[in-house]
């Protein structure tokens, strides 16, 4: 696709329910990225990948969180448990280079994930 | 630790008048930094970014960006605003190193341009 696909774009789940987001990035685009976008904020840093590697996932907010990019394409996010604090946006982006020393690349972003929990 | 603070939660402006969003900076090292827009209920539109080289950049949709290095700022610019601009900015450094990348983002200014 010409973008950055995500979905669903909305997710109601009940708390302690478990939920997986997905992500398909730009055909070809090396390095993958998911934010957490709480209402009224900016975007936070959650992890990072380098084609199936997942370098730094220094933002993932508690071990209920967990991301997966096993062919360095199409990534999941998955949450456990859902509790009401998960409720945000969780925005993907994808950028054709990454990582050390390549800062000339911009990311491009999803639309975004809404999700719920209630 | 790099961070970037946008000082306004939000910013009015007439139609046609210039407009301003402002963004300081603090980083170790050189900053690259960037402006996306957002508009309700979608992502993260990238609008333009600093690496190197002038300090006048010029992107999307007639914005451009001034960066100051004396005064760690990258204000956001548009010498006419439409009532089609208004929608959230953010102001983001990347701050990339051995095994990460990651942009860091400001809270975001509300533009709200009237007819």
């Known amino acids: 696709g010409a973008g950055v696909s995500q979905s669903p774009r909305y997710k109601v789940a009940k708390r302690g329910q478990d939920v997986a987001l997905r992500c398909d990035p730009i055909s070809g685009h090396v390095s993958l990225f998911w934010y957490q976008q709480a209402l009224g904020q900016g975007p936070e840093f959650l992890t990072y990948?380098?084609?199936?590697?997942?370098?730094?996932k220094s933002g993932l907010p508690s071990d209920r969180f967990f991301a997966e990019r096993p062919e360095g394409s199409v990534s999941t996010l998955k949450i456990q448990r859902t509790q009401q604090e998960d409720s945000a946006v969780y925005l993907c982006?994808?950028?054709?280079?990454?990582?050390?020393?390549?800062?000339?690349?911009?990311?491009?972003f999803g639309q975004g994930t809404r999700l719920t929990v209630v | 630790a790099q961070s970037v603070a946008q000082p306004e939660d939000q910013v009015n402006v007439a139609e046609g008048n210039p407009l301003t969003v402002k963004c300081t900076y603090s980083?170790?090292?050189?900053?690259?930094l960037f402006w996306y827009v957002q508009y309700p209920n979608r992502g993260l539109q990238f609008l333009l970014k600093y690496i190197t080289g002038d300090n006048l950049v010029k992107g999307s949709y007639g914005f451009e960006a001034e960066f100051n290095k004396s005064q760690t700022s990258f204000h956001l610019k548009k010498p006419s605003a439409l009532v089609s601009d208004s929608a959230l900015y953010f102001c983001a450094v990347r701050f990339n190193g051995y095994n990460t990348d990651k942009l860091i983002f400001g809270t975001g200014t509300r533009l709200q341009v009237f007819p």
């Open positions: 990948f380098q084609n199936e590697a997942q370098l730094d």
């Open positions: 982006a994808s950028s054709l280079k990454g990582g050390q020393g390549r800062t000339n690349t911009e990311a491009f």
């Open positions: 980083v170790s090292g050189n900053p690259y």
